[in-house]
């Protein structure tokens, strides 16, 4: 077993942090600025956790789209002035999310360790059959492409249509107050 | 327990993001804080699967040819990639609701417009 | 024609653009598009139905790749079922909101974006791919309810959006839980996968309560439900019809094909404790869903409640987990969609005429809007359980199979269930009948006044005589002038569809049969 | 004994349903509206007479309409038992709907149509009861008489008829609920819930608890509808529905159709011999006859006519399921013949009390003196079916209490003869005023009815003690029922104008509603503080007849008292009840009201009289035989 490469850890605490500031801080703004740091550093982490592909969507999308839809959100409407920096804490919340977070960590140490070799995803044979077979059967060197293509197209073609509902749902919204 | 630690860390990071997450769109009072902390909810389900596929060493599942070598699990990362665009439209619809809201309530706070609507 | 499956999904898909494309050059290209994708639609269920009570149960693997590698769909007795009654609605829905409107482009293709969406929960094989439907489901569902012209659609709405995101993320978690313990995501392969891992595992165990709790929020089970009764309430009355027949549908088919495809029966033996809990979450909902529903002074609010107990119904026969509970769960689904679905068409037709929507606006709309007003009280009392109405047909095997399981408490809480669906529905119909109504409603409806004092008068003076009958003649013409002959043929085909749903309701379990034998061997 | 399979069940059942078509269709006419009525009627009695000639061979005419759940067909079937009750309701439908539009026109209603379409519903629904061959299709056609009837309860559209159909479908709809559970359980032991004569052979092998809760939740089910006490107090505030409802369902299909599934429960599903082995029969038996006394009590205690034929009916059903407790032969046969018996007299009964208000716009006895030269026919009907209530030889009752007699005794229960004997004579008690004022009396010269204003034997034990320990239960509606009129703050403000009111024997008896009602809440009042109106007001307080003993009846029971009145007022378009000024005219034979009225009347009557002179001559007596043959082996 070996332990989690500290890079790793290191980018995934910053990264609590930061989403930790972006709930907390009560300016709107500054919670967007923590939430676009967040967001950059869950890219790093893909990247250390060999997923390029996840991390590239993630820093246009995550990082740069999603940021952009939130300035633009509050650019048409009124940030909430800050006498104070930090929220309140809800504890009613707090009792919400602690049943949540009891009940996931007692699951963890019946987790496989991070990056062990013997965990069922690493040796299923769905793994297996895509690396062996999507360049042979696709064509295509980039096995997530590949599966995200073929095997899982009609995945793929629910995200479109996701991404159809979404665009058609902010038209619908939006239409209404006439800001379209 | 520091074995734990070592070994799991992304599992805990996991645990502290969606905690962080539900509790952000559970006790924000303003509306858009609540969609930051939906996507970071999001996000940590997100790590969960990621390191799920990581092995130790592994490359990017590009394969030349032969697949001698170490790849991380392709599967996770098509799943998230669908999963980040999900959570990408959902966060634009979210927010473009906020604006109509706003505009009908001229506040985001969630306390205020439950006041507004009770009038 | 084993492609018929996947053109359920893809064909509502396509058509969905058509207005987007269109709209501009001609307004009415939503409803036709609509009206046209709903009808292939029913050709679609229609011949994938035909095709599994011919030869069973068949699989199809989207793209030709082999499951569990690719995404696989099933159509088995169950599954085409639900998308006919998928087709149904959306027939009745077109059909209803023609008039009665959110009248754009815009909205038609969402509600096609909807129906490929819960098309596909009904027949995907693939718990990845149904955490995608049901995505597609949400996201399409929360634009319709903001389609509400009321700030608070959209508030109900972004409520809905939150609280429903959060228990799709849920259940995606629990299909990492289950994946990162098996390495698959077929659900037939699932159920062998998670036999071989050991249904006691914690992260089996873990996966399942995420993957129950998500979909209970989706189905709106207490107290999970808390985003219902404001989106029933605040969406157009097409919408609301369309998404409280369908979309809790989904979530709790899809809760079904998870316990019983995936995790089996077996599962239930090894950890007893898992369904007991849901049977206790399932029969609260029930129970509080009712009083509820008792206490709401508008109307769709009332059916909203009506809907988190009939839900609890469905689920509790569901989670009693023998053959006749849970065949007596799916009857109850399949048949509350059609009761409830008219019973809102029925609320917003009679809003037309009694001039609101709550229990009070009725009093004496029976006597201007007789057909819509009978259609009504006949699903009201099939929703009660009257027999031989489909309520009762659920109701029956939900009860038998509860005290076949020793559940005594379920079938305390079912049998009960009439008097409370009782209590919510009586007083409504009780209104429409018996009771006149306030003249300034009259006044307000019925347009000019004169005719308006001879509508209210109609109820008072005997119709005994020939002067008499004709005053309710007069009542009939101007009163009912507010009901769309669309809206009186979808509530009168829901109550017809109701009883005669009812009647047959011995074939549709010799439908679902086979799939269940297969799960109870 | 053979089965045919025939469409001729189904028929009789259908045609009633066609008949809701044909009368809605026809709304704008009156005349062919009511020309279906009566066709739909003579056609569904003529089909089911035409199965009877079978029956008696020991043919059953079965149609299979399928599977309705599976393991349990959808099957109708005309078998002996449920020959009798659907002979009954047809032929007396026919009747009843020939008095329908008599009193409907009579009192100019309003929502004619509704009520004929419900009325053949209900009518086709009671067949459907009757021809069930399962506990299935017996709980579906069981709810949807509950169904039909709710509007009929409701149909006068007032707060108070609202109140009484919101009554009527909890008590009703509660009832099918236990009849559900109990079917399930039923089912959920034996595998079957077909009626079988003698009883489901499994079920004497069963766990005997599971067995007696499944009887328990059946007869308590039925129970509702068959008004047993203290499931009862629907039935009296459903008066407040037009009288041919009264008669024909509250009086012959509704309340009979939960006796009626009583009696598929103790004969078809249990058995006599399995119900005697677990026991459940003298329970049974015990509740009913309680229920015999009890409400015969209170009816004693009725000024409103239609509310003491209610608690009469109440009574007399309890004949019928005391029969089927007993579980003796001739107690079966008494029972069972009971149906028929009491169905003619009430019927008769009820449709005297209706010609009476149609014409008069009367409704309490107390203003009833000396309304036999108004209303000469219709009072001598009156008095021949009272003499049956009662009992007396010649008339229908005899036969039933005659086999009911023999069977207690057969059944070793002396006591229940005892019960039997005691009715009769309250019978005597509350129907003899009635009839004796109505000849032999003027409105000037009426006294008083010591049974009414007087506890018995002078006594405070209250005669309404077992409606007491009732109405406590349902104590919040007395509450809403009695501030539903008026505040009770004005009552008790009148309490002192009550008592010092000087006693003038000249009173008028035209009593103003207003006036009562305050009354009532005097009473309602007094009975909340734990003293009764008697003790405040001394016997010899009691000479103002007519208007005093309206009072003290309601105060037998504020509940039913308050809603009386509300149902009067609104029922009176404005008129009063009670005798003119100038005492009652007089009418001549058949001058009196309409032959719509009056016919219906005779034929009840006539009926009533042949079952008691010719019991074998009218089918029902070798129809009761022959069931009870089959279910205990026993040939009378």
Partial sequence: MTPVSTSLAVILTFAVLAAIAAILLRDVLNAIIAFAAFSFGIAVAWILLAAPDVALTEAAVGAGITTVLFLVTIAKTVRPGGERLFERIAWRSVAIVAVLVGALLTTIRSLPAVGSSEAPVATSRITEYYLQNAYPETGVENVVTAVLAAYRGFDTLGEATVVIAAGLAVLLVLRQEAYV | MIDLLATHYNYLMFVALVAIGLYGVTASPNLVKKVIGLNIFQVGIFLFFVTSGYVDGAVPPVVHGDVAGTYASPLPHVLILTAIVVGVSLTAVALALIVRIYDAYGTLDEEAIREVQTE | MTDAIALLVVVPIVLALVPI??????????????????????????????????????????????????????????????????????????????????????????????????????????????????????????????????????????????????????????????????????????????????????????????????????SALYPLHTWQPGAYAESPDSVTAYISALVSTAAAYALFRLVYAVFTPA???????????????????????????????????????????????????????????????????????????????????????AGGRTVDDLAGVADRAPVVSAAFAILAFALVGVPPAVGFAGKWHIVLGAVEGGRWGVAAVAVVSTLLTLAYFARVVERMYFQDAPAATADTVSGPDATATADTDAALTPDGGESGSESTDDAKTTGTSGITIEARIVVVAAAVGAVVLGLFASDLIAVFEPVLEVYFQ | MTEIDSLRPLAA????????????????????????????????????????????????????????????????????????????????????????????RGLDEHSQTRYFAAFAGSVGAALGVAFASNLVALYVFYELLTVATYPLVAHDESDTARKAGRKYLTYTFGGGVAVLAGTVLVFWTTGTVAFTPGGIADLASTDPVAARAAFALLAGGFGVKAALIPVHSWLPDAMVAPTPVSGLLHAVAVVKSGVFGIARVVLDVFGPETAGNLGVGLPLAAVAAVTIVVASIIALRQDNLKRRLAYSTISQLSYIVLGLGLLSPAALVGGLLHIPAHAFMKL???????????????????????????????????????????????????????????????????VFAGVLLVSGLLNVGYFWPIVYQAFFQTPEDADSKPLVEFPIGGARVRTDGGERSESGERSEDVERDVSGSEPETAGSEEVPINTAEPVDPDVDPDVEPSESEGRIEVDARVEEDGEYAVDRHP?????????????????????????????????????????????????????????????????????????GLVPRGMVFLALVQRVVAEATGVVF
């Avoid at chain 3, 029930?286 to 508008?298: F, N, P």
């Avoid at chain 4, 009176?572 to 005219?585: R, T």
């Fill in chain 3, 21 to 218: 494309a269109l709209g501009r050059l001609w307004d009415g290209a939503g409803w036709v598009a609509a009206a046209l994708a709903a009808l292939a639609h029913l050709g679609l269920s229609v011949t994938v139905a035909a095709k599994v009570i011919s030869t069973g149960r068949f699989t199809y693997a989207v793209g030709g790749y082999t499951p569990p590698f690719g995404i696989e769909l099933v159509a088995d007795g169950i599954s085409a079922t639900l998308v006919v009654l998928v087709s149904v609605v959306t027939v009745a829905v077109v059909l209803y909101a023609r008039r009665a409107g959110p009248d754009s482009n815009s909205f038609y293709s969402e509600l096609l974006l909807l129906t490929a969406g819960i098309s596909g929960v009904f027949v995907t094989g693939d718990v990845f791919n149904l955490y995608v439907f049901i995505e597609i489901t949400g996201l399409a569902t929360y634009a319709l309810v903001a389609t509400g012209r009321s700030p608070a659609a959209a508030l109900a709405s972004l409520k809905y959006l939150l609280v429903g995101t959060i228990g799709a993320s849920l259940y995606l978690l629990g299909v990492g839980y289950l994946y990162i313990a098996t390495g698959t995501l077929n659900m037939a392969d699932l159920s062998t996968q998670l036999q071989a891992v050991g249904y006691d595992s914690p992260l089996v165990l873990t996966g399942f309560a995420l993957l129950v709790v998500g979909l209970a929020v989706k």
């Fill in chain 3, 267 to 353: 599962f239930d033996a090894a950890v007893p404790f898992a369904l007991d809990a849901l049977v206790v979450l399932a029969s609260v909902s029930v129970v509080v869903g009712s009083v509820l529903a008792v206490l709401q002074s508008d109307l769709k609010r009332m059916l909203a409640y009506s809907s988190v107990a009939q839900f609890g119904l469905v689920i509790a026969g569901f989670a009693v987990a023998n053959a006749t509970a849970v065949t007596g769960g799916l009857v109850h689904l399949v048949g509350h969609a059609i009761m409830k679905a008219g019973l809102f068409v029925g609320v917003g037709a009679l809003a037309g005429v």
């Fill in chain 4, 13 to 104: 059942v259908l045609l009633p349903a066609i008949g809701i078509l044909t009368i809605v269709a026809s709304h704008r006419r009156p005349n062919v509206r009511e020309g279906f009525t009566i066709l739909t009627a003579l056609g569904t009695f003529g089909l089911v007479a035409s199965l009877v000639p079978a029956t008696l061979a020991g043919t059953t005419h079965v149609s299979r309409l399928g599977t309705f759940v599976p393991g349990i067909d959808l099957t109708l079937s005309a078998d002996p038992l449920g020959m009798i009750f659907a002979l009954l309701a047809s032929a007396l439908w026919l009747v009843t709907s020939f008095y329908s539009i008599g009193y409907m």
């Fill in chain 4, 348 to 414: 008769t009964l009820f449709f005297c009390a209706g010609a009476i208000h149609v014409e008069t716009h009367t409704d309490d006895i107390s203003d009833m003196a000396g309304i036999g030269k108004r209303m000469p026919v219709t009072m001598a009907a009156f008095a021949v079916a009272s003499v049956g209530m009662a009992g007396l030889p010649l008339v229908a009752g005899f036969v039933s209490k005659w086999y009911l007699l023999i069977g207690s005794l057969d059944a070793g229960n002396a």
């Fill in chain 4, 539 to 611: 016997s010899d307080h009691l000479g103002d007849e007519a208007t005093d003993d309206g009072t003290d009846s309601h105060d037998a029971d504020p509940d039913e008292g308050a809603s009386l009145t509300g149902a009067g007022d609104d029922d009176h378009h404005g008129h009063h009840g009670g005798p003119p000024a100038s005492g009652w005219e007089r009418r001549g034979f058949g001058d009196e009201s309409t032959w719509f009225m009056l016919g219906p009347i005779t034929v009840a009557a006539a009926g009533a009289v042949a079952l």
